[in-house]
């Protein structure tokens, strides 16, 4: 795919090389901030558990998929929280 791109790119062959190496570095970082803040987001099941929410372990891994989803990653944590004050 990417020597396709580089053809059909009206472009410099290193121009297109360069932005792809870009593009890959940006993606790769998205993904793993995702996937960290996802992590770190797992921890919210202690707090769960030190208010004895029911089933935090269940909250805090809905809390770690929803972090994924960017446009709910706060409001759906937060919503679910909130059934419970």
């Known amino acids: 795919m990417e020597k396709s791109l580089i053809t059909l790119s009206p472009m410099s062959d290193i121009d297109d090389r360069k932005i792809i190496a870009r593009l890959k570095q940006t993606i790769n970082g998205v993904l793993k901030g995702t996937l960290l803040i996802s992590l770190i987001k797992n921890f919210d099941g202690i707090g769960l558990a030190i208010f004895r929410v ?18 709910g990653n706060v409001s759906c944590f937060y919503s679910f929280n909130n059934i419970f004050i």
């Open 54 to 71: 029911p089933n935090p372990a269940l909250w805090a891994v809905i809390a770690a998929i929803t972090s994924m989803i960017q446009p």
